[in-house]
């Protein structure tokens, strides 16, 4: 089992930045993928950013270029860093961890978005 802790949530005005972190604890394997998803009331679950344990990245569209995911291995924790936010990036946004035969949620970090 893997478990996941996010923190870094909060209110910020357009144009404004946040960055999210997420603490890995438990049985972590040395190859794996970590990632941001977020959810707006009424939307599905959507992918935002990616990163495996080799430092390869992937951005949704709709973040790329304002949105930077990095990962200290060390530390097991991955980062969001969040920059020119806009009111459609409001979201409760969910740290995932995969590997083989894992698939791991955080409890959600709610990034509000708004003047």
């Known amino acids: 089992q893997v478990q996941l802790v996010e923190s870094g949530g909060g209110l910020v005005q357009p144009g404004g930045s946040l960055r999210l972190s997420c603490v890995a604890s438990g049985s972590i394997f040395r190859i794996n993928t970590m990632g941001w998803y977020r959810q707006a009331p009424g939307n599905q679950r959507e992918l935002v950013a990616s990163?495996?344990?080799?430092?390869?990245?992937g951005y949704a569209d709709s973040v790329r270029g304002r949105v930077t995911i990095s990962r200290d291995n060390a530390k097991n924790t991955v980062y969001l860093q969040m920059n020119s936010l806009k009111p459609e990036d409001t979201a409760v946004y969910y740290c995932?961890?995969?590997?083989?035969?894992?698939?791991?949620w955080g409890q959600g970090t709610q990034v509000t978005v708004s003047s």
């Open positions: 995932n961890y995969k590997q083989i035969g894992v698939n791991s």
């Open positions: 990163i495996t344990s080799g430092g390869a990245t």
